[in-house]
């Protein structure tokens, strides 16, 4: 089962973003690059905010990461994720990719079981329409 129900409304693909949702599709979590200056972007951007290039190319991310950022979602947005309360949103990072950071999910804690620099394995789980989302497992401590 999903760690948020396939009811919630899937991303808003656009000309911008298709590359990284198609990507997800085959399973690849991959970041935007700068082409002229290797700078990395996420979300997309039709232009690199660093050098103004259009040029653009892939990056790919590890499946290792960490937790920047989380919350605890108590009251609910939208009425799809009613079912899943709380549920948290967690601001993942990747230390092989300084500067880019992911919104996901933590799929294997309860409120109390997070905390920012937690290891994290990233996993996929099939969304609303098909789409695959990239989501993280908190890895056991060592
Ligand atoms: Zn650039």
């Not at 951007?45 to 605890?72: G, H, I, M, N």
């Not at 939208?78 to 500067?99: I, Q």
Request: with cysteine; glycine share 6%.
């Amino acid at each position: 089962m999903p760690y948020l129900p396939t009811s919630v409304p899937g991303p808003k693909i656009d000309d911008v973003n298709a590359p990284f949702w198609e990507h997800c599709r085959a399973q690849r979590l991959t970041f935007q690059q700068c082409a002229g200056c290797s700078h990395l972007i996420h979300p997309p951007l039709p232009v690199c905010p660093r050098c103004q290039s259009v040029e653009r190319q892939w990056r790919e991310a590890p499946y290792t990461a960490l937790v920047f950022s989380f919350v605890w979602v108590h009251t609910a947005a939208h009425d799809s994720v009613v079912a899943a309360l709380p549920y948290n949103v967690v601001l993942v990072e990747f230390p092989a990719l300084a500067g880019v950071r992911l919104v996901s999910n933590v799929v294997n804690v309860s409120p109390g079981q997070l905390a920012i620099g937690d290891r994290l394995t990233l996993l996929w789980e099939e969304g609303d329409g098909g789409q695959w989302l990239p989501r993280f497992r908190k890895e056991a401590p060592t």
